[in-house]
T-cell receptor
């Protein structure tokens, strides 16, 4: 497997523009997480999905942020409209929790991240 | 709510030293604890995973231990090298299956 794949790797945009970040999780993984990382706040969980269903989006900072997972192999994080304070690195991660007590063995795997700069 | 603390926040040592990085967590009801490495401008790379029933895991010069009852884990790096310079993060997987991360320890190993 190629691992968790994110695109774009870098995005520079102007304030007010729409930004869409994409993620392809590892095949077979049933959990998908979106994180945001900044120097000030560290790694923050924005939202996570289980079997394509959003479970907890309490970390999404505002209504300008939305995330979808239309199928098991694709997820998007959208910011509309974008603001300079949204500048950060956005990571997608996936894991296989499964059932039957294998949760402890699951390895959380991160993508390379999408570095967003909003001017 | 699970809280994860990493001490020290930053560490600078000469090459060859043996190092101990600490991670503590408040809720001992966990499935596992995972140590990651992050190089500047890069993603997080998994180093070691310790399941809740295990006491330690080893990979090369790295050894991670887990004391669930006291809410502590340590990452031991033997004979440190400049290539070990990075930020090291620990993440705890709790009952909600949400990984909770510490803020990390920034390590610099100078020649």
């Amino acid at each position: 497997d190629a691992g968790v794949i994110q695109s774009p790797r870098h995005e520079v945009t102007e304030m007010g523009q729409e930004v869409t970040l994409r993620c392809k999780p590892i095949s077979g993984h049933d959990y998908l997480f979106w994180y945001r990382q900044t120097m000030m706040r560290g790694l923050e969980l924005l939202i996570y999905f289980n079997n394509n269903v959003p479970i907890d989006d309490s970390g999404m900072p505002e209504d300008r942020f939305s995330a979808k997972m239309p199928n098991a192999s694709f997820s998007t994080l959208k910011i509309q409209p974008s603001e300079p304070r949204d500048s950060a690195v956005y990571f997608c991660a996936s894991s296989l929790v499964g059932t039957g007590g294998i949760a402890g063995a699951n390895v959380l795997t991160f993508g390379a991240g999408s570095r967003l700069t909003v001017l | 709510k699970q809280e994860v603390t990493q001490i020290p926040a930053a560490l600078s040592v000469p090459e060859g030293e043996n190092l101990v990085l600490n991670c503590s967590f408040t809720d001992s009801a966990i499935y596992n604890l995972q140590w990651f490495r992050q190089d500047p401008g890069k993603g997080l790379t998994s180093l070691l995973l310790i399941q809740s029933s295990q006491r330690e895991q080893t990979s090369g010069r790295l050894n991670a231990s887990l004391d669930k009852s006291s809410g502590r884990s340590t990452l031991y790096i033997a004979a440190s090298q400049p290539g070990d310079s990075a930020t090291y993060l620990c993440a705890v997987l709790g009952g909600s299956y949400i990984p909770t991360f510490g803020r990390g320890t920034s390590l610099i190993v100078h020649p």
